[in-house]
């Protein structure tokens, strides 16, 4: 079997990723995950996982650096990394949605431009074309929440998942944008060129979602 590498998006999909693997029989010690290693290989040795920023893992794959990488659906369509998806893995389910204050619901027909502030620009500039709204995009890092309740924006576009800290700070989604879930991303080099173990991990990471 050819050694592949898969970069890993480091935070709430790392975990799932790793109980995946491990569930597919493919096991990394837990004195690796455990330390502050960013590069892990399996028992068997027959991969490599690189740890990652979310927003990295398309970067790494698409230049080769990772034969593989798993990510949020989001990511991908921030990025719109030139990558291959041979399988959706289904966990990490989470919601890119509009979210603003309550009670505000009809902010697009009364402002000339409605300011939203995001980490995801480019999601956020198609969705609002698509439909004909005139936007001034704030990107933000981080706790894109306080926005709207300091008056830096009117709407925020984020990734929710329970929508609790939107409830316990005032908010509510307002539109729905996408729906999102971890995706298996390959290079296109590596796939022609790796063809068979990539294939083969495919098909058993696939059966093992399959199973109770």
Known sequence: MTKLTI??????????????????????AEEQISSRKLILEDKEKNYNFILVKPTDVPVYVEHGIADLGICGQDVLLESIADVHQPLDLGFGYCRIAVAGKKQEDNLT????????????????????QQRG??????????????????????????????????????????????????????NRASFQLKRTSILELVDL???TLDKP
């Open 7 to 28: 970069a890993l998006a480091k935070g709430r999909l790392q975990d799932q990723a790793i109980k995946l693997f491990y569930k597919a029989g493919i096991y990394v």
């Open 205 to 207: 990471l696939a059966k």
């Open 109 to 128: 027909k009364e402002l000339s431009v409605l300011r939203v502030a995001t980490k995801y620009p480019r999601i956020a500039a198609e969705y609002f």
């Open 133 to 186: 709204v005139a936007v001034e995009l704030i990107k933000l890092s981080g706790s894109i929440e306080l926005a709207p309740l300091l008056g830096l924006a009117d709407r925020i576009v984020d990734l929710v998942e329970t929508g609790r800290t939107l409830i316990e700070n005032g908010l509510e989604i307002k539109e729905i944008v996408s729906e999102t879930t971890a995706q298996l991303i390959a």
